[in-house]
C-alpha cells in the first residue's frame, strides 16, 4: 500500500471540472488498434492474457494469431465467472468487455483534452491499463471514477492501484472526491 499511497500522494490534484460537453469518443482513435504491432488488437491481446489458463479458444484473422473465439474469464469487479463458446456472437461478445480502468472520458476531463490525436489512441489501447469484465458491470461502471463507483470490496485494493497507477503514468489530474475515495480503497490493501 505504501507504494500506491505516495504514487497518489505525487498526483496532481485539480477541482473536478464541470461536466464536458466537448467529450468524443472518437477523440481516442479507432477502438481496439494493434498498438504493440503483434496483429493482433488490443481487445483480443486482452481477452487472451485475461482468460482463465486452459479455458482459451482461439483462430487465425489475418496477422492475428490469437483471434480469440471461445473462453472462460472471472471478473475482477464482480468475481462472476463468464464462460462463453462463441464470442463470434454479438450478444456473447457484450457479455465480456474490455473496460478502460481509467476511462476515456474521465481521462480528458483529467487532462487528456490536451493531449495529441496519437497520445489518445496509445491511451485508449494501454494494456496495463485495460481489463477483462462483465460487460453488465461495464455498463454500470460508465465513466465513474472511484468517488462514483467501486467494485467489490476484495478487489478494490487492486483497483485503487491500477487506478493510481495509470493517473501517473500518463500524468492525468484526480480531484478531491477521487483521492478520498482511492484513499478508503488502499485501506483495504
Not at 30 to 53: E, H, K, Y
Request: charged fraction near 30%; charge should be negative.
Amino acid at each position: 500500500m505504501n507504494d500506491a499511497a505516495s504514487a497518489l500522494d505525487s498526483l496532481r490534484v485539480s477541482p473536478r471540472p464541470p461536466a464536458q460537453s466537448d467529450y468524443r469518443r472518437a477523440a481516442f482513435g479507432t477502438s481496439w488498434s494493434d498498438t504493440d504491432g503483434n496483429g493482433c488488437n488490443q481487445r483480443d491481446d486482452v481477452l487472451q492474457r485475461d482468460a482463465v489458463p486452459g479455458s482459451l479458444r482461439v483462430g487465425e484473422q489475418g496477422r492475428c494469431d490469437h483471434d480469440v473465439l471461445a473462453g472462460r474469464w472471472v471478473d475482477p469487479y464482480s468475481g462472476a465467472d463468464l464462460e462463453l463458446d462463441d464470442l463470434k456472437d454479438r450478444s456473447q461478445a457484450q457479455a465480456v468487455q474490455v473496460d478502460h480502468v481509467v476511462p476515456l472520458a474521465e481521462a480528458w476531463v483529467s487532462g487528456a483534452r490536451g493531449w495529441s490525436d496519437e497520445r489518445r489512441r496509445l491511451f485508449a489501447n494501454d494494456l496495463e491499463e485495460l481489463l477483462a469484465v462483465s460487460g453488465r458491470v461495464n455498463a454500470s461502471k460508465g465513466s465513474g471514477d472511484p468517488a462514483a463507483w467501486r467494485p467489490r470490496k476484495a478487489y478494490q485494493c487492486s483497483y485503487a492501484r491500477k487506478w493510481i497507477a495509470t493517473k501517473q503514468r500518463w500524468d492525468l489530474a484526480v480531484d478531491p472526491s477521487e483521492v478520498r475515495a482511492l484513499r478508503e480503497m488502499l485501506a483495504f490493501c
